[in-house]
Structures are given as structure tokens and as C-alpha cells.
């Protein structure tokens, strides 16, 4: 069992495992120079649960997913988290490289050989919906069939926890909500803990098990709200819209 690593201020160190999984934040402050970027923030991610962080753009949500991820330390508080992996708002793809060698990057990184990361990425692409793009360029593929074959790449890391940084940002309405529904399909046959920050609040009602709201920067925690709803979710559902307009009203209120 893979111990969780915590993030203190100046810092980081193994701790023992204790069960606790998933990622827990108390009191986290993160300041760039004079900018202060994160005041107080305190979540919490449960093995396997789904949790949105929604504010608006450059409120620190980036900055706090980095933190989690171990790209950042906090000046003060503690961001505790196993292992994670961060898949950034632009898919990153290897322009140079196929499909197939751009979902293999992963399993490249940590050692393995081309032909059985080819092979291993391989058989993920039928269920991500990319059969018959292997040898396809990122410049050739829809942003969507991108954003798949990004996500794929985030997914052979390996890591229990996916910090997902506006994954579906740049997509318009359309492809965005169809890779909505994509991926609560995917982590329901791949579980993980995920992190997800969106400035999408319909987004977060759709895909999260709780939903964190933040002020704008500095940030700090305005409310959180539990989504107790099966997934995948319609996002035309009453609790799924009432949801939606409560967080909304929460954003108002702490702006």
C-alpha cells in the first residue's frame, strides 16, 4: 500500500499510511510575492469520490491543484494526498507524435518499453471511443478525440488521484456536454479520486459527489455542497437543476 504524501509549508515528506486515502486540505494559504492566492482553504476527496472546485477564472483554483499534486507547497496549512497526477487545461499533446504514442507518454516516462506502452495503451482505446485514430496526429483529431487521449495518458500514470484542471474548457457547448457524459461513463469503469476544478457550475452538479465553492483571490471556501445523485446524471433533472441554481445563488452571495 502506497503511503500518502503530505505537503506541509517549505516542504514535503513521506507519512505513514494510515487508511485515509484521497486528498485532504486544512487551512492551505499560497501567496506569489504580494499576491496572495489561497486564504485558508480547507476540502476534502474520499477514495474514489468526485470533488468540483468552481470559482471564477483566476480565483486559484490551478494553484490549488498544484498544491495537490506536490507542483506547489502551501506557505501555510497542510494538502495531503496519494499519489496524483495533473491533466492541465491544454491537452499537451506531442504534436510530432500519433494517438497512440501520446496515450503511451505514461507508460513511457516510467520505464516501459515503446512496443508494450503501445500495446497496453492500446487496449483503452475501443472503450475511450478512439478505434481506428491510433496512428492519427493530435492536429488531425477533434479537440474532443484530444481531450480522450489526454485524459487516457493521465489515466496509465497509474496514480490513485486525477487532478483534472478545466478539462473541457476550450470545447464548445455541444462537445462539452457529450464529454461530460463521457466522463462519468470512463470513471465509472475506472475509478480514481478526482479532483476536478471547472468555473462550470452545471459541470461540477453533472459530474461531482461534492462540489466546493470558492470566492474570488484570494480564494477561500464559501460553501460546500454535497451531490447526493446517481451518475451519469441528466443535466435537466429537477435536484440536478436546483442544485445548479443553489450554487449559483452561493457564488453571488460570496462575491
Known sequence: MQADTE?????????????????????????????????????????????????????????????????????????RSEPAALMPQRDALLPWLSALDNAALALRAAGIAREVARARAHTHFEAFGLTGFEATRPAEL????????????TLLTGRPVLCLDEPFGALDAI??????????????????????????????????????LLSPRPARVIATLEVDLPRPRERTHPEVVALRERALRELGAGT
Open 7 to 79: 505537503i506541509r509549508a517549505g516542504g514535503t515528506r513521506r507519512v505513514r499510511d494510515d487508511g485515509h486515502g484521497g486528498i485532504l486540505v486544512q487551512r492551505a494559504d499560497k501567496a506569489f510575492g504580494p499576491v496572495r492566492v489561497l486564504d485558508g482553504v480547507s476540502l476534502r476527496a474520499g477514495a474514489r469520490e468526485i470533488v468540483a472546485v468552481v470559482g471564477s477564472s483566476g480565483c486559484g483554483k490551478s494553484t490549488l491543484l498544484e498544491c495537490v499534486c506536490g507542483l506547489q507547497h502551501p506557505d501555510a496549512g497542510v494538502v
Open 142 to 153: 477533434s479537440g474532443g478525440m484530444r481531450q480522450r487521449v489526454a485524459f487516457l495518458r
Open 175 to 212: 462537445t462539452r456536454a457529450q464529454m461530460q457524459l463521457w466522463l462519468a461513463e470512463a470513471l465509472l469503469r475506472e475509478p480514481r479520486t478526482v479532483l476536478l476544478v471547472t468555473h462550470d457550475v452545471e459541470e461540477a452538479v453533472v459530474l461531482a459527489d461534492r462540489i466546493v
